[in-house]
T-cell receptor, first 115, second 114 residues
């Protein structure tokens, strides 16, 4: 089946630095990608929807200047956590929509720890 | 707004036991309903879905029926295996059952012991 890959799977950074997480659709072109955040024992919270070649649409309460999303090609979307703080530590998950079926395929997730 | 309430875990069963994970939802309109499964170290995978009332989704021995009258979509399996150990997420989506934004439950961790 279709595969979506995230990188890195784990990242530890110092407070104040920026971290980039990549989400790639490996065998299909993804016109739409979604970024989620998951807190321990909580559900996945949708952060933003990114469409190739246009600006991302952020959910209410998500700081667009804090979480920069770029969807420059049909196979790659990136999430950059700028000036990270310990409260940004979380599990970030992306999903990509196959234009053919509309089905969502999820990445393995990236665990960010900010010291 | 739309929401999904899922049975809290963790759930621990012996092999060949019967499984039920409860899921209820609140939504306007006529949403599609999904169950996703996340095996250790992997991304979420669609397990089954139902797009309208009384539909039954099924896959790998798992079943769930879209009950509009009780706003429920409970996941069941008659005989679980060790390989079913994973985290299960109930989710609600748009009427088309496709790539609309999903609202997830908190997930239920299932452990099946031999």
């Amino acid at each position: 089946g279709a595969v979506v890959s995230q990188h890195p799977s784990r990242v530890i950074c110092k407070s104040g630095t920026s971290v980039k997480i990549e989400c790639r659709s490996l065998d299909f072109q993804a016109t739409t990608m979604f970024w989620y955040r998951q807190f321990p024992k909580q559900s996945l919270m949708l952060m933003a929807t990114s469409n190739e070649g246009s600006k991302a649409t952020y959910e209410q309460g998500v700081e667009k200047d804090k979480f920069l999303i770029n969807h420059a090609s049909l196979t790659l979307s990136t999430l950059t956590v700028t000036s990270a703080h310990p409260e940004d530590s979380s599990f970030y998950i992306c999903s990509a929509s196959s234009g053919n079926t509309g089905e969502l395929f999820f990445g393995e997730g990236s665990r960010l720890t900010v010291l | 707004g739309d929401s999904v309430t899922q049975m809290e875990g963790p759930v621990t069963l012996s092999e060949e036991a019967f499984l039920t994970i409860n899921c209820t939802y609140t939504a306007t309109g006529y949403p599609s309903l999904f169950w996703y499964v996340q095996y250790p170290g992997e991304g979420l995978q669609l397990l089954l879905k139902a797009t309208k009332a009384d539909d039954k989704g099924s896959n790998k021995g798992f079943e769930a029926t879209y009950r509009k009258e009780t706003t429920s979509f409970h996941l069941e399996k008659g005989s679980v295996q060790v390989s079913d150990s994973a985290v299960y997420f109930c989710a609600l989506g748009g009427a088309q059952g496709g790539s609309e934004k999903l609202v997830f439950g908190k997930g239920t961790k299932l452990t099946v012991n031999p």
